[in-house]
Nanobody, 123 residues
Framework: QVQLVEAGGGLVQAGGSLRLSCAASGRSFSTYLLAWFRQAPGKQREFVAGKRAFGDNPYYADSVKGRFTVSRDNAKSTLYLQMSSLKPEDTAVYYC????????????????WGQGTQVTVSS
């Protein structure tokens, strides 16, 4: 049974930092595309950052570029999201997801999802 479990969310002041993690179990995703999405209240889920299986080639939504860093540890089957200079508009539930595609920002291409972790940034 495939499971993705996010952790690390919480309440932080604007300008602060948080590190999210997503632990995968049930199968190996070392050759899959891993990504973070987020969903704010009343809004659609949106792509945040993705990390391909091979090479140092992360990609980001424009809204987080320069502030967020995505990384993965295949040996630990874990995906990370280091978030810095957080803004109130970063407040959302953050989800990790897995795709067999080489590259995608479309949630329709992602087959497995975690349950999400809440990030709240106060002003």
């Amino acid at each position: 049974q495939v499971q993705l479990v996010e952790a690390g969310g919480g309440l932080v002041q604007a300008g602060g930092s948080l590190r999210l993690s997503c632990a995968a179990s049930g199968r190996s995703f070392s050759t899959y595309l891993l990504a973070w999405f987020r969903q704010a209240p009343g809004k659609q889920r949106e792509f945040v950052a993705g990390k391909r299986a091979f090479g140092d080639n992360p990609y980001y939504a424009d809204s987080v570029k320069g502030r967020f860093t995505v990384s993965r540890d295949n040996a630990k089957s874990t995906l990370y999201l280091q978030m810095s200079s957080l803004k109130p508009e970063d407040t959302a539930v953050y989800y990790c997801a897995v795709s067999p595609q080489y590259y995608s920002t479309d949630m329709k291409d992602y087959e497995y999802w975690g349950q999400g972790t809440q990030v709240t940034v106060s002003s």
